[in-house]
């Protein structure tokens, strides 16, 4: 059936079956959605929607014509009006797109009002569907950006939204053999520049497509020399997680031709755009050759299509997506792909944490079926045993505490995602607790993080989640963190004699406010610096951690001077976002159902290779470690 | 460089370094060669040549000027005139494109004439270069259809090779990274359909392209909807033998667009011929879809480029083919490619017998270098031991002496090329031991594929090519054999009560004389059955094979009847041309140097899977039985 005969069907179908009178001015494709427009929608009862969605195998929205809603300026007014002053509205975010107005107040509670009554008021006054939400506690300058971009190229939006809601549903003619396959571009037997290239007969799926920050040149990227990849056949990219090693090349796909969709969570979308345009400032100042421009950034917005964990969406005619937590940084997914009505079911876990941490769940281990899984192997190595979170944490409040004592400062490097926030979450405790008192400092990126992190309550852990939504008890918001507005600021933190913690970024000292840091402080003995990621071959991190006491640098003069280094030097492995191997072979034990093969990539070669024959033997399925470059089907 | 400018330098090369005064016309690239004409080229001496050769690294000709050789014509009255009549030439071949021709004679050395003294005189005589050999004993008709399709269509030919070798020749641009894969459409864990294609960020070249005429529908083909599959980007196809699970689809790709060359031995060009016309006619009698047609088969005749064992030819920018005896059947090769200067060598086995036969030598196993192989796994299974071949032949002459003696008949249904040839040397040996006193009478295609081994006398084995060259003694010349000319021929033999041995096509009683032999034979308990070959299922062959004594059919007239048997079936299998598990075992032990990787395909997916594994655990390397459509990273 072509896409056009599959509308008028719906179209027919809710003339036929919708109890009442329902005025029907347009039924489109939407991206992954089949939108009903309609002049009365509070007609569609969910109970006759869901029936709509289980006839069709379609998700099915029911909106309002655009010609009956109110001006957004006149609505805001009136919601205005009818809530009570109370609630404090902060802001109003009308989505012309879906017909919603987000009321982002501080007491949500009172836009709902007793039974639900005061958001019929206002429903019924400007027609536009209110979802009341809790402000922000920090506001995101990208969130606003963002959502600026959405609201302003709105009608461009809904355009390429229409044009990829044609294409997923364009007819295909399935043939008997189907076959699948994953080519590997990059990220196998690598950590970097992560990019699957998923086949069928029928269509062409990019899951992730990232970039090597740690090197030069044409091994930065995939490798999009592979003799099937074609930017012009793509379906859809799937992007597991805002990593730069996961997502960093998306923009460039746009750049290069691509025209399609991008899916991933919210937080994926919003954290990512953060680091991509990071990693343009960065690249640029550096002189590096940059593979697109920001303009190709805000493309990639556009063209993004933010799905929740856990709902199946169609993508692709024969493929449908569904995301789940993978555990590993806000937003991440493991991304489960449903080829073929029933067929086949191949899951790609991104990069997974299978503990829980401070900050998330851990990630999902049970799937409804499952024949192939592609599995991350960062630690896969038969050594790759990381000491035990609890006593890290009491660890690292030891070693904060005993500095602050002696009245020293604590530096702390760190990526700005995840980490850092986890960090956070242990060091509000440790001061809750007393074990320090001092303010912690952030700079560099970590606030803006931290924002975001606080603008998707849902997706954390159960437990601050419910201090943020339920108890008002924001610990991002303690009062024992300060953000660093300036370079001044930063200036006046280093020359005071105020004990403190400092967490910043880059997390190796490459670059960013950490080495400004580290060249002030390292000098005095009372300090203490923590090292709590990889310290990548070459990087300064990587000598002050191999415990070099002298370290050669150029100054901003161009001569060259040297950096005593006498302050204590610590590392800790424990607060990894991975899995380590014990972690990733009790995955595979969890995982339910078992599939029959099992790839291992984004490793070094000797861990993939590793873990493929420890799980080979445990399990007694088929496990590979592929290289780049090759193709292995699944099916 | 570019094409353009690497002619131009040799050519001044030879114009600053050759003594003497060369009038040089051209020079061309022609298909993988550069070709040097000249009015005088008897001043090019073979070290001269030589000379540019390695110099150039490439494969040089030098040819007379067209406008200085004597018309055909005039020239073969010169050439009759010169040559004694005892000689008795019986054709003179004029191959323009290389300015030779070939004669034909009974007695080559009254061509040669004393010192080669005849030869020289013709050469100044005619102009053209005067190639002597012995008149075939056995005319074919497709050796000489060919030589017809070469000649008449001379002169697009040259343009064709003219192409070839400006392609050949292109400028590329050779990066550092360089990579290469194979992908396997067809014939891996399988038997049929072989289709291998290799790729490097430069080339694309297709080895093998059959199909499996066991089956029906799209399965019958390659997986050409392998996404990195293009068939305009094809630089060579390179054909390992005649068999149509090899070469069946390669007309095919002409017709599909394909306009490049075709790589093999010059007898796998003639039985390929043979054996694609044969699956036509029986495909167009049988109602089947046919993928081509007799002019796509032309057009693959006239993109051929027959290559000799041994010599090296440049195919693609960066890739270096040899061809080696296989041991499998007449002209069977193994594939060896050089890749990038050195850098990489591959070998890819086609189907191989590792022990010498009465035809053939067996398969080469020793390159100069090798770093991955492709080999067959027919009988790669642990049970797959196959029955000594001595011991074989006894048994199969005890059966073809008893049969006699009871003055039976003995039908033997044999595959046309190679098993046929075998047997007709086993037969031939025991009449001239007086182990049997019976005509042979072989029927269908075998007498016109014995004219196409006759002809090559150089590719058989060392003992049969002594006998036909040296000794004037040619085994497929004994008078034991008889051509049946005819149906009424046929009719004769089966009405007659002579005894008799019946060799003919086809081997699984699937069509062609075969059957109707063994409809007129079945219900003679005197006569005898012999399946020298593999029996698939569902064919007529298995049935009789597995001893049904009753076998209803469809006669004529459309009537069912059924079939009476009652002679005796017997079934030996140790005259196969493919190595059997220790000898594929063998053929590893006894390579040189073993390359890191191995690859096994060409057999049901238990054997290739259970080939690799033993393989792995014998000699240590990385082994695997790949799927169609994986594409595996060789470097
Ligand atoms: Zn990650
Ligand atoms: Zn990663
Ligand atoms: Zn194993
Ligand atoms: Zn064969
Ligand atoms: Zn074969």
Not at 4 to 9: G, R
Not at 200 to 226: L, M, Q, S, W, Y
């Amino acid at each position: 059936m072509s896409a056009e005969e599959l509308l008028k069907e719906i179209k027919e179908y809710i003339i036929r079956n919708l109890p009442g009178n329902a005025t029907i001015t347009d039924v489109q494709f939407e991206g992954p959605e089949v939108v009903i427009y309609s002049k009365n929608p509070e007609i569609f009862s969910n109970t006759f929607i869901k029936e709509i969605a289980k006839v069709f195998k379609k998700r099915i929205a029911v909106r309002p014509d655009p010609s009956v809603l109110t001006d957004p300026e006149t609505a805001k007014d009136k919601i205005l009006e009818i809530v009570p002053e109370d609630a404090e509205i902060t802001d109003c975010i009308f989505d012309v797109n879906t017909g919603e107005v987000i009321i982002e107040s501080k007491k949500p509670g009172l836009v709902i009002g007793k039974e639900g009554r005061t958001l019929e008021e206002i429903k019924k006054a400007i027609k536009w569907a209110p979802k009341p939400v809790r402000t922000p506690p920090i506001p995101s300058e990208t969130i606003n950006a963002i959502r600026a971009t959405l609201y302003r190229e709105r009608a461009e939006i809904k355009e390429i939204l229409r044009k990829i809601g044609r294409r997923i549903h364009r007819d295909v003619q399935l043939k008997g053999d189907v076959w699948v396959r994953v080519s590997f571009l990059g990220g196998a037997r690598e950590v970097g520049r992560t990019c699957n290239y998923l086949q069928t007969p029928e269509c062409r799926i990019v899951i992730d497509c990232g970039i090597n920050i740690a090197v030069e040149g044409e091994k930065a990227f995939p490798h999009f020399d592979t003799p099937e990849f074609s930017i012009e056949e793509i379906d859809a990219v799937v992007v597991t997680h805002a990593h730069l090693d996961h997502c960093g090349f998306v923009p460039g796909l746009f750049r290069y031709g691509y025209d399609g969709p991008v899916y991933c969570s919210r937080p994926t979308r919003d954290l990512m755009t953060l680091l991509q345009k990071d990693y343009l400032e960065i690249a640029e100042k550096e002189g590096k050759i940059v593979p697109y421009t920001t303009k190709d950034i805000k493309k990639c917005v556009k063209h993004t299509i933010p799905i929740d964990y856990g709902v199946t969406t169609d993508i692709a005619p024969t493929v449908k997506l569904t995301l789940h937590n993978a555990g590993h940084i806000l937003g991440s997914s493991i991304v489960h792909l449903h080829i073929g009505d029933g067929l086949f079911n191949i899951a790609y876990t991104g990069d997974i944490k299978f503990e829980a941490s401070r900050l998330l769940e851990p990630a999902v281990c049970q799937f409804p079926r499952l024949e192939a899984l592609i599995i991350e192997s960062t630690y896969g190595g038969q050594e790759d045993i990381l000491p035990d979170r609890e006593k890290t944490e009491k660890e690292f409040l030891r070693i904060v505490s005993e500095t602050i004592k002696r009245k020293g400062k604590v530096l702390i490097p760190v990526f700005g995602i995840g980490r850092a926030q986890e960090l956070m979450l242990v060091l509000e405790e440790g001061y809750n607790q007393g074990i320090f008192n001092a303010p912690v400092y952030l700079d560099g990126m970590i606030w803006e993080a931290t924002a975001i992190h606080t603008a998707y309550p849902e997706y954390l852990s159960k437990s601050i989640r419910d201090r943020i939504l339920h108890e008002g008890d924001n610990p991002f918001l303690s009062e024992v963190f300060k953000k660093v507005k300036s370079t001044n600021n930063r200036r006046n933190i280093i020359d005071s004699d105020e004990p403190c913690i400092i967490l910043t970024t880059s997390g190796m000292l490459t670059g960013g406010p950490s080495v400004e840091y580290f060249k002030a402080l390292a000098g005095d003995e009372r300090n203490s610096l923590i090292f709590v990621g990889y310290q990548a071959e070459g990087t300064l991190g990587r000598k002050v951690q191999k415990g070099w006491r002298e370290i050669p640098i150029t100054g901003k003069n161009g001569k060259s001077k040297v950096i005593k280094v006498n302050l204590e030097v610590h590392t800790l492995e424990g607060f990894s976002g991975h899995s380590d191997r014990r972690q990733l072979l009790k995955y595979l034990r969890k995982l339910k159902p078992m599939p029959e093969k099992i790839l291992m990539v984004h490793g070094e070669a000797s861990k993939c290779v590793d873990f493929a024959s420890t799980a080979h033997k445990l399990f007694k399925k088929e496990t590979r470690a592929p290289m780049n470059l090759d193709a292995v089907r699944v099916r």
